[in-house]
C-alpha cells in the first residue's frame, strides 16, 4: 500500500464524499491539517503509556480522574477498525455542536461502544470520552455548584451536561437551585392546606395542576381574600404567620394574581436550572440528541395556569423530563 493509500484508508471518513475534494476549502483546509498534525503529533498507537498521555492531556479536565485506558488501547489495538480509532482519538471528530438528533455509527459507534465497555470516570460517564473526542472538548464529570450539576463536558468555553440512558421516557435533569426549591415547596405546602388539596410528595405535574385549577377556581379566590382580610386585624399568631406567609408570595395581596406568580415560579426555578450551561445532551439507542439550553428552556415554559406537560416531576431535589415529548416537541416546533 502506497502512502497516498494508506492516508486514505485513516481519514477517509473524515471527509464528506470520501476523500478529499481539493476543490472544496473546506476539504481543503481539513487536508492541511491532517498532514501538519501528522508531521508533529506523537504517534499514539505505539505504546498504551503514550495513548493515555494523550487522552489525559487533551481530553480530560486536570482534575478528573478517569481509568481503564491501558484496556481501550489493547482493544482497539485488537480492532479491524484501529487506524480508523487512533485517527479519529489523535485528530478529533470536530463536530460542530449543532441542535438535533443524529446516529452513533460506524467507526464513532465502535469507539463509543468500546469506551463504554473498558472507562470509568469518577463523578462521570465513560460516555462523557467520547463526546470529548468526538467535539474536541474535555470531559469534566460532575460538578456541583449552588444550581446542581454544571456541564459534564466543555467544548471551546461551552459548557454541555451529558445524559447517557437506555430509554429516554423519563430523564433526570440533575438537581434545581436549592433556595429557590426550597422557597417553592414551602408555597405548595400551605397553598395544598390552605385549599384541602394533597399534592404528592414527588411533586408530579398533574398534582400541581390540580393545585393550580384549584387555585383558579372562583370559591377558593373568594376564600383566600377572607383570609387576608382576617390576617390583616386578628392577633391570633397563627393567622398573622399565614397572612404574613400568603402576603409574601402575593405583595400586593391580589390572589387574582396567585397562579400566575405560581407559575413563573415553576418558570424562573427550571430556567436558572437550564440555562446554567450552553447545551444539553442525551444518548440513548445509538442516537445522540442535542439542544441549545435556550431552546429546551422555553419548551419547558409553563403557560395559561398549568405547568408544561413535557416535565414529570420534582422528586426530591431533582427535576425529572419527559425526554420522548421534549426531544419530539422541539421536532414539530421547528
Keep these: 500500500m502506497n502512502v497516498i493509500d494508506n492516508f486514505l484508508d485513516k481519514y477517509s471518513y473524515r471527509f464528506p464524499k470520501g476523500y478529499p475534494d481539493l476543490t472544496d476549502p473546506a476539504d481543503k483546509k481539513l487536508m492541511q491539517e491532517l498532514l501538519s498534525e501528522i508531521g508533529t503529533n506523537e504517534v499514539i498507537n505505539n505504546d498504551s503509556i503514550t495513548f493515555e498521555n494523550f487522552i489525559k492531556q487533551k481530553y480530560i479536565e486536570d482534575k478528573q480522574s478517569i481509568s481503564g485506558l491501558d484496556s481501550l488501547y489493547d482493544a482497539i489495538q485488537k480492532s479491524s477498525e484501529k487506524e480508523k480509532l487512533f485517527s479519529l482519538i489523535e485528530f478529533s471528530g470536530n463536530k460542530q455542536l449543532s441542535a438535533g438528533k443524529s446516529s452513533i455509527q460506524n467507526v464513532e459507534g465502535t469507539l463509543f461502544n468500546l469506551i463504554m465497555s473498558f472507562i470509568k470516570m469518577d463523578n462521570g460517564d465513560a460516555s462523557e470520552l467520547w463526546f470529548a473526542i468526538m467535539y474536541n472538548g474535555k470531559a469534566k464529570g460532575g460538578v456541583t455548584s449552588e444550581t ?56 408530579t405535574i398533574p398534582s400541581l395542576n390540580r393545585l393550580l385549577l384549584k387555585l383558579s377556581s372562583e370559591d377558593v379566590k373568594k376564600d383566600l381574600k377572607e383570609l387576608i382580610d382576617i390576617g ?16 409574601n408570595i402575593i405583595k400586593d395581596g391580589d390572589v387574582e394574581k396567585l397562579v400566575d406568580i405560581f407559575v413563573d415560579k415553576v418558570n424562573n426555578l427550571i430556567k436558572i436550572k437550564i440555562e446554567s450551561v450552553s447545551w444539553w445532551a442525551v444518548i440513548s439507542k445509538n442516537n445522540l440528541y442535542l439542544e441549545s439550553s435556550n431552546t429546551i428552556a422555553d419548551r419547558l415554559q409553563s403557560k395559561e395556569g398549568q405547568l408544561s406537560s413535557v416535565i414529570n416531576q420534582i422528586k426530591g431535589n431533582n427535576l425529572f423530563i419527559n425526554g420522548n415529548k421534549l426531544f419530539s416537541d422541539i421536532t414539530e416546533e421547528k
Design 232 to 247: 390583616q386585624n386578628t392577633q391570633i399568631v397563627a393567622l398573622q404567620n399565614i397572612y404574613n406567609t400568603i402576603i
Design 148 to 203: 446542581g450539576i454544571e456541564s459534564d463536558v466543555d467544548v471551546g468555553n461551552q459548557g454541555i451536561s451529558l445524559k447517557n440512558y437506555k430509554t429516554i421516557d423519563t430523564l433526570d435533569f440533575g438537581s434545581l437551585p436549592s433556595d429557590l426549591l426550597k422557597e417553592f415547596k414551602q408555597i405548595i405546602n400551605l397553598l395544598s392546606i390552605l385549599i384541602n388539596e394533597e399534592v404528592t410528595a414527588s411533586l
